[in-house]
């Protein structure tokens, strides 16, 4: 008999845990409604005690989406949708160690991501989850009226962000690890699925407003990217061996945490296929 599917909040703003779930097998159609609600409900959802192997964790994507390969680093050999995010012991830049959302530099960025954790450091190296729909929401009316009417320019070569995929692209990389995306999307995007508002900038991939130069964005876009990850709107997942994490990128960001250097952290992603922002 299986076990009672329950959904469990895990801060007051973003995120949720759930239990009841055993995905080394088939997930039926009410699982896959019921967890789909819960993401869509809490931005990120959790589940603990996973390690299942590659192709399981991609049955697992392909319920939710189109599993798609990521631009700069190759994937598993056998599964190419699957890409390690590692930190070695003698490295210390961390993959991706910069808030933001994934792949906005893309015309069709991702519509959520999957992490599973394969090796976790003794402490340290923990997720952080920001909710886009509250960053917006706070706003004032006039600020909101501003960014309503804004196109936001996107860019996968900014420099803080790019520092962090230099490790893994040494190792790693594909042919297109050295090309420059870049996106024009609006500064609040509208849900498909839910119909909220969120905001659509952040500080590693967003460059200017379209209509502006940067140095005129610029005290927009520092306002905004530390208004968004404002305490209030996120939450922070302790990670375990065997736990994933599947986030809404299109209303969330994240954080990973660089704070265990000396230590392994080995985990597996797979990137699902979104829409163009609107």
């Not at 798609?68 to 993959?95: C, H, M, R, S, W």
């Not at 508002?197 to 905004?224: Q, W």
Request: negative net charge; contains cysteine.
């Amino acid at each position: 008999m299986n076990e009672p599917l329950v959904v469990r909040r895990v801060a007051g703003a973003i995120g949720a845990e759930v239990s009841g779930v055993d995905l080394s097998r088939d997930l039926d159609p009410d699982t896959v409604a019921a967890l789909r609600q819960a993401l869509l409900d809490h931005l990120v959802i959790f589940l603990r005690d996973q390690p299942i192997e590659p192709a399981r964790f991609l049955a697992f994507a392909r319920a939710f989406g189109t599993p798609v390969e990521y631009p700069f680093v190759k994937g598993l050999d056998a599964f190419p949708q699957i890409i390690e995010v590692a930190k070695l012991e003698g490295e210390t830049t961390n993959f991706g160690g910069i808030w933001h959302s994934d792949t906005v530099y893309l015309d069709e960025p991702p519509m959520g991501s999957m992490l599973l954790a394969r090796e976790i450091p003794p402490q340290g190296g923990d997720t952080l989850f920001a909710n886009q729909y509250l960053a917006y929401e706070a706003l004032s009316p006039t600020f909101q009226g501003l960014l309503d009417g804004l196109t936001a320019i996107h860019s996968s070569a900014k420099a803080d962000v790019s520092k962090t995929r230099e490790d893994r692209i040494k190792s790693g990389g594909t042919a297109e690890a050295g090309k420059d995306y870049l996106s024009y999307h609006p500064a609040v995007r509208t849900h498909p699925e839910t119909g909220r508002k969120a905001l659509f900038v952040n500080v590693a991939h967003t460059e200017r407003f379209d209509g502006m130069t940067e140095a005129e964005s610029k005290p927009i876009l520092d306002y905004l990217f530390q208004h968004q990850i404002r305490p209030e709107f996120t939450c922070r997942f302790i990670w375990s061996p065997g736990a994933i994490a599947f986030w809404d990128n299109r209303c969330a960001q994240h954080n990973p945490v660089n704070d265990y250097h000396g230590y392994r952290r080995i985990m597996h992603r797979i990137t699902l296929a979104g829409d163009r922002p609107a």
